[in-house]
T-cell receptor, first 112, second 113 residues
Framework: EDQVTQSPEALRLQEGESSSLNCSYTVSGLRGLFWYRQDPGKGPEFLFT???AGEEKEKERLKATLTKKESFLHITAPKPEDSATYLCAVQAGSGGYQKVTFGTGTKLQVIP | NAGVTQTPKFRILKIGQSMTLQCAQDMNHNYMYWYRQDPGMGLKLIYY???????DKGEVPNGYNVSRSTTEDFPLRLELAAPSQTSVYFC????????????FGSGTQLSVL
């Protein structure tokens, strides 16, 4: 069974204090790993897709990386507006419907 | 573009009542999905559709029904509501199914009392 584990569950940072969120996964036949941001009372919003080990993608203060077992979302010099829950999801399988499994998220709070 | 629109935003049901959660998208996406999100749990797929007239069960379909008569609309029907269906429901859509990002609606907070 596909599994996605995110850590830590919650993270509190001072503004400007860089850190990383972890997403470890166990799947058979990874097709893609996704990062989403979810603000309170809203639906998840897409950030990145990573397809293969060694791949990296960046957007403003966020950088996502992928290995064969885990992905990291690095946040450099975060600002209060980066406060949100960050969700990781993996898509696996071949042919037909390829299942997407979501992690439980890391709730990030950035304090001014 | 409105993206994915869900209604209502909040709803309280009594046990045994029925209701329909509405979802519409204006991006001409073929694929649409219904997820539920419970505290401390990852998003779970209820039903999905690969196009008008075609639907299939996800991980947690019991107690729900769907239909897809048009590309734009994908309503979720709850029959005989139970407390276990208290959750936040998200509708999503995507252009393709493989390696495609999901566009989510803003969610419906449902309480069954």
């Amino acid at each position: 069974e596909d599994q996605v584990t995110q850590s830590p569950e919650a993270l509190r940072l001072q503004e400007g204090e860089s850190s990383s969120l972890n997403c470890s996964y166990t799947v058979s036949g990874l097709r893609g790993l996704f990062w989403y941001r979810q603000d309170p009372g809203k639906g998840p919003e897409f950030l990145f897709t990573l397809y293969s080990a060694g791949e990296e993608k960046e957007k403003e203060r966020l950088k996502a990386t992928l290995t064969k077992k885990e992905s990291f979302l690095h946040i450099t010099a975060p600002k209060p507006e980066d406060s949100a829950t960050y969700l990781c999801a993996v898509q696996a399988g071949s042919g037909g419907y390829q299942k997407v499994t979501f992690g439980t998220g890391t709730k990030l709070q950035v304090i001014p | 573009n409105a993206g994915v629109t869900q209604t209502p935003k909040f709803r309280i049901l009594k046990i045994g009542q029925s209701m329909t959660l509405q979802c519409a998208q204006d991006m001409n996406h073929n694929y649409m999905y219904w997820y539920r999100q419970d505290p401390g749990m990852g998003l779970k797929l209820i039903y999905y559709s690969v196009g008008a007239g075609i639907t299939d069960k996800g991980e947690v379909p019991n107690g729900y029904n769907v239909s897809r008569s048009t590309t734009e609309d994908f309503p979720l029907r709850l029959e005989l509501a139970a407390p276990s269906q208290t959750s936040v429901y998200f509708c999503a859509s995507s252009y393709a199914q493989s390696n495609e990002k999901l566009f989510f609606g803003s969610g419906t907070q449902l309480s069954v009392l």
